[in-house]
């Protein structure tokens, strides 16, 4: 099994490495990660400027190859899939990013945005996202591990061609964690989102952060899941459209 590993955080993330590391163990494993930060960019992709690789060998032990890119993790898996790695990938892992990817997360997200343009090629992928920005070594080797267990039986069983597992671990020690529960992504929204403040000359300049709220407070949701403290697994399916509305708007009898 040739596995794809990929992030938003970029290739000195420390959830890559030691994801990489260990599902190194299951099968063979190719990084392509961005050379920088790209949290939250979404599933954008980069036209206008040329895209380079840099080669990390020794990365991590076990890893066939690892590189970083100059664009963001769709870019990373695009020029993967479709231009540098010498042979076919079974399965892209997208991770382990330090900070959950719950409900509406999911569109701002680069974590999912690696796995999203994986299935767009129809290549079955898993985005990998922990509760915790800071989870002791020994748990992510644990997660890293059991993920490794995931991707397994995701070769086994199979996904259809357009879902991904968006795959969420709780805030609490591995041995504390309940099981694992099947999701829906919920919705969530920022509140106090733009923190305004005053620069150095004077001048007004805005951050955005935010304190999430949960508006859905479904207990099949992925946020009520690892708040429960279980792993969460979302099937997430890219597909765009709604045949219902379609319908519906026949009888609106639209004309030129
Ligand atoms: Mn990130």
């Not at 330090?98 to 090629?121: K, R």
């Not at 357009?162 to 805030?171: A, G, K, Q």
């Not at 999701?183 to 999430?212: C, E, H, L, S």
Request: proline residues 7%; negative net charge.
């Amino acid at each position: 099994m040739h596995i794809l590993i990929t992030n938003d955080d970029g290739i000195h993330s420390f959830g890559l490495r030691v994801l990489a590391q260990r599902l190194g163990k299951i099968g063979r494993v190719s990084v392509i990660a961005p050379d920088r930060e790209r949290s939250a960019t979404g599933h954008a992709i980069t036209v206008h400027h040329p895209l380079r690789l840099t080669p990390y060998p020794n990365f991590a032990e076990n890893v066939e190859s690892a590189m970083s890119l100059d664009g963001t993790p769709s870019d990373c898996v695009k020029i993967g899939v479709e231009a540098v790695l010498a042979t076919s990938v079974d399965l892209v892992v997208s991770g382990l990013n330090p900070g959950p990817n719950l409900g509406t997360d999911l569109l701002y997200s680069g974590t999912v945005a690696g796995a999203v343009e994986a299935v767009l090629s129809g290549i079955p992928a898993i985005a990998a996202s922990t509760m915790s920005l800071t989870v002791p070594t020994e748990d992510l080797e644990q997660i890293a591990d059991w993920l490794g267990y995931l991707v397994r039986k995701v070769h086994q069983q199979g996904l259809p061609r357009e879902t991904l597992l968006n795959v969420n671990f709780p805030d609490c020690p591995w041995e504390k964690i309940k099981g694992v529960r099947l999701t829906r992504p919920g919705v969530r929204r920022y509140q106090n989102v733009f923190d305004k403040r005053v620069d150095p000359r004077g001048r007004i300049y805005y951050w955005m952060a935010g304190d999430p709220v949960d508006l859905d407070e479904g207990e099949d949701t992925d946020a009520a899941a690892v708040r429960a403290g279980y792993i969460s697994i979302s099937p997430v399916r890219f597909n765009l459209s709604d045949p219902a509305i379609m319908e519906e708007m026949t009888t609106w009898q639209l004309q030129v």
